[in-house]
């Protein structure tokens, strides 16, 4: 599975310039595979074991299951890195792994081929762990892991074929979205119909789910209806995402900054910045200055959190968001990256600065204002012939 973004994780070690990093939700995920493999799976097959034995395969079942899924992952990022389309970083997480792509590719073939490389290469991984028994004639004498490796087989064959599901993100929906792109040409029009066959699998697996519960499985349907939920999600978002990035095309932080905001003096009181400025001029968040220089960015939110006996002696700079480079951008950063960065600065708001220089202020309700006006009037991509990709028809 290929998706964008994710935070509160533990970054492990680099691949071939590809940082691995485990969110903590895996942890969960991990416990519970071991566990189940420890106390109930080996056990069940092969009874009469020291329980040590049992956790020893568990842990080692495990370990390679992770392994399995971070080189399945891999592939993508390595053949999506081999097409000049960067891929940074690979993370695990409660519901397996994720390759974060900077970027959407480029061609319907890029796509293609880095959705395909992981399926492809589970297959192969699966067929290696299958054989690894019969090579070295495990059953005889080792039976417990030629179960071991016959389990990293099934796993590896199941990882590929789930994945193969035609439904966008998974990687046969990528596969469909490149097939519908390269016939139509039409890259949002492409995503749009790959993204309902997403949401058309995820509800044949919430079925599913509910057909184990009922038949007995609750864990098993528990967990299958909330893999589909995230699919779901995750193909609305990556919508989403899709056709804001169009709407916003090429246009810079300069665009659609304000100008010269109106600024606060870091000495002015809370009660008084109240007053004088979020009552009077009805903007949801100020620069603060400081000597002449920006000193840190206050918003209502700020403002609202400090207690109500605190406001008149306490000074706008005890509250402020202090200026760091998380909540600052440069006039020529593209308007897709400013609303990536506010997400990962949980700020609703960036200061626009030229070195040390204020320039403007960037906000999101801003940039939302000019995503509506942009679907509502429609656009023509700057420079071209109003194109049959353009979003005012999927925005409205
Ligand atoms: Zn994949």
Known sequence: MMEPKQRNEIDLFKVAGVQIAIDYSWLVIFVL????????????????????????????????????????????????NH????????????????????????????????????????FILGALFLSIPRVF???????????????????????????????????????????FWARTGDFRQATARASEWGRGIAYGLIFLGALQIFSGSLVGGIWLIFIALFLKGAASASYQSI????????????????RDPLTIDATTTVADAIHDHFMRHGYGGYPIIAD??????????????????????????????PLDPAIVIAPDAPVSNAL???????????LVMEQDRLVGLLSRSGVAHFIMLRSQLGFTPPGGPRSASTPSSAAA
């Open 340 to 350: 990536r960065q506010m997400a990962e600065s949980d700020s609703g708001r960036l």
């Open 137 to 179: 004639d495990l059953n005889a004498s080792f039976p417990m892991w030629a179960s071991v490796f016959n389990y990293l087989g099934f796993i590896n064959f199941a990882l590929g074929l789930f994945n193969l599901l035609p439904g966008f993100p998974l990687d046969g929906g990528r596969i469909l979205r490149a097939m």
């Open 292 to 321: 002449g220089r920006v000193a840190g960015l206050i918003s209502l939110s700020q403002v609202r959190d400090c207690p109500a006996d605190q406001r008149a002696h306490k000074r706008v700079a005890d509250i402020m968001r």
């Open 243 to 258: 056709v804001i990035e169009q709407v916003l095309g090429s246009q810079r932080v300069s665009d659609l900054m304000v």
């Open 83 to 122: 097409l000049g389309q960067p891929v940074e970083r690979i993370s695990l997480f409660i519901f397996g792994g994720m390759a974060h792509l900077g970027h959407e590719p480029t061609s319907a073939r890029d796509e293609l081929k880095i959705a395909a490389a992981g399926p492809l290469t589970s």
């Open 33 to 80: 595979v071991l566990w189940s493999l420890s106390a109930g799976y080996f056990p069940e097959l092969h009874p009469d074991y020291p329980m040590v034995e049992y956790w020893i395969v568990g842990l080692a079942a495990t370990l390679f299951f992770f392994a399995s899924i971070v080189t399945h992952e891999l592939s993508h990022a390595i053949v999506a």
